[in-house]
C-alpha cells in the first residue's frame, strides 16, 4: 500500500513551534520529498524540500531560517520543525515525495494533509 500520512498539527499561539511528522509506507519514501501548505482562499505554496539522503535541502523564502526539514529513513518519516510561527503560516500542511522542486506537479505521493493554526 502506498500511502503518507501527516500529523502533528495543531492550534498554537504565534510565536510558539510545531513539529509535524510524515510516515511513509509502500515506496513513498524511495523519493525526495516535500512539504507544501494551502491556506483558505489561497493556492498550493512550496514550503520546503529535501533530497533522497537528505543532504541538500530546499525551503520557501518565507519560512527561512524558521523551519527546518528533515527525514529519518530507518522510520520512514519526514518531519518539519516549525518555530517561530506566525499567524501567516495557518494552514493545511501536506507531504508529498517524488521531487525535491518547489512545483506540486513534480511530486507523484500525497498525505491528506494536516491543519496548523496559529493564533495573533
Known amino acids: 500500500q502506498v500511502q503518507l500520512v501527516e500529523s502533528g498539527g495543531g492550534l498554537v499561539q504565534a510565536g510558539g513551534s510545531l513539529r509535524l511528522s510524515c510516515a511513509g509506507s509502500?515506496?513513498?519514501?524511495?523519493?525526495?520529498m516535500g512539504w507544501f501548505r494551502r491556506a483558505p482562499g489561497k493556492e498550493r505554496e512550496f514550503v520546503a524540500a529535501i533530497s533522497l539522503v537528505g543532504t541538500t535541502t530546499a525551503y520557501a523564502d518565507s519560512v527561512k531560517g524558521r523551519f527546518t526539514i528533515s527525514r529519518d529513513n530507518a522510520k520512514s518519516t519526514l518531519y518539519l520543525q516549525m518555530n517561530s510561527l506566525k499567524s501567516e503560516d495557518t494552514a493545511v500542511y501536506y507531504c508529498?515525495?517524488?521531487?525535491?522542486?518547489?512545483?506540486?506537479?513534480?511530486?507523484?505521493?500525497w498525505g491528506q494533509g494536516t491543519q496548523v493554526t496559529v493564533s495573533s
Open positions: 508529498a515525495s517524488g521531487s525535491i522542486g518547489s512545483d506540486y506537479r513534480s511530486y507523484e505521493f
Open positions: 509502500g515506496r513513498t519514501f524511495n523519493y525526495a
